[in-house]
Nanobody, 114 residues
Framework: QVQVVESGGGLVQAGGSLRLSCVASTNIFRLIAMSWYRQAPGKQRELVARILPIGSTNYADSVTGRFTISRDNAKNTVYLQMDSLKPEDTAVYYC????????WGQGTQVTVSS
């Protein structure tokens, strides 16, 4: 069983920045893809960013150029740096560890005020 724990959410004004962190308890962290998803009220959960074991990344069009995903394999941690935040970025952000199955964190709330 892999435990996934997010942190770093909060309330920020539009234009501000936040950095989310996610720790996954697995000894094969360096071999698995890690992703950030988000779910706004009344909307489906959507992929925000993904980073593969080799370090390649992909982003949702809505966050490209503003968000950056990175990983530190020595710390079993993936980060999401969020800059130039907009009110429409308000959501619960979930981290996912994607090996033979997907393990989800409990989510962290990000609220961007206008």
């Amino acid at each position: 069983q892999v435990q996934v724990v997010e942190s770093g959410g909060g309330l920020v004004q539009a234009g501000g920045s936040l950095r989310l962190s996610c720790v996954a308890s697995t000894n094969i962290f360096r071999l698995i893809a890690m992703s950030w998803y988000r779910q706004a009220p009344g909307k489906q959960r959507e992929l925000v960013a993904r980073i593969l074991p080799i370090g390649s990344t992909n982003y949702a069009d809505s966050v490209t150029g503003r968000f950056t995903i990175s990983r530190d394999n020595a710390k079993n941690t993936v980060y999401l740096q969020m800059d130039s935040l907009k009110p429409e970025d308000t959501a619960v952000y979930y981290c996912a560890a994607q090996g033979s199955r997907t393990y989800w964190g409990q989510g962290t709330q990000v609220t961007v005020s206008s």
